[in-house]
T-cell receptor, first 113, second 115 residues
């Protein structure tokens, strides 16, 4: 069964550093998403991406965040200058039909120290 | 505002017992509703979804859920729980227009299964 692959599974970074979280969506999917889950809190929507542009972003997705689909296969989330409160599990998802059928990756646990 | 409430943070059941996990939503239009499961170290796996039609939907692993508009609920059920069902269960509603909707999530219910 096709999978969404996220790397790394766990990343530790120092506050103020830039991080890039990588995702390889399912190859024929057109819709891409990032969500995050801070420990003990709800999963939160960050951003959706379709047709090479952001479709929607949440209030969390400020200027420190950016997404890119650099080569037609990867879908990356960049945090420019990490803060302690960015520590969370970040989930990538892709879909061929929008909300009708997300497939999630296993997540990247980001720890900012 | 759109929201999802899962009233039970943690539930323990015995293997073989029946299970019902509660989910209530707040959404102005016809909701798109989902249940996801997350096992330790795994991603979020879709169990089942409801968009329209029959209000009782069947999912994978023997799960089902019933949409009750009058109660704004979408409770997940399983007649006989297996030890492998121990996991975190999330209810979500698809919010927005068209098919490119974001998911709004409940806090999750952690299920433990006693042998």
């Amino acid at each position: 069964e096709p999978e969404v692959t996220q790397t790394p599974s766990h990343q530790v970074t120092q506050m103020g550093q830039e991080v890039i979280l990588r995702c390889v969506p399912i190859s024929n999917h057109l819709y891409f998403y990032w969500y995050r889950q801070i420990l003990g809190q709800k999963v939160e929507f960050l951003v959706s991406f379709y047709n090479n542009e952001i479709s929607e972003k949440s209030e969390i997705f400020d200027d420190q965040f950016s997404v890119e689909r650099p080569d037609g296969s990867n879908f990356t989330l960049k945090i420019r200058s990490t803060k302690l409160e960015d520590s969370a599990m970040y989930f990538c998802a892709s879909s061929d039909s929008g909300v009708y059928g997300y497939t999630f990756g296993s997540g990247t646990r980001l720890t900012v120290v | 505002a759109q929201s999802v409430t899962q009233p039970d943070i943690h539930i323990t059941v015995s293997e073989g017992a029946s299970l019902e996990l509660r989910c209530n939503y707040s959404y102005g239009a016809t909701p798109y509703l989902f249940w996801y499961v997350q096992s330790p170290g795994q991603g979020l796996q879709l169990l089942l979804k409801y968009f329209s039609g029959d209000t009782l939907v069947q999912g994978i692993k023997g799960f089902e859920a019933e949409f009750k508009r009058s109660q704004s609920s979408f409770n997940l059920r399983k007649p006989s729980v297996h030890w492998s069902d121990a996991a975190e269960y999330f209810c979500a509603v698809g919010a927005g227009a068209g098919n490119n909707r974001k998911l709004i999530w409940g806090l999750g219910t952690s299920l433990a299964v006693n042998p």
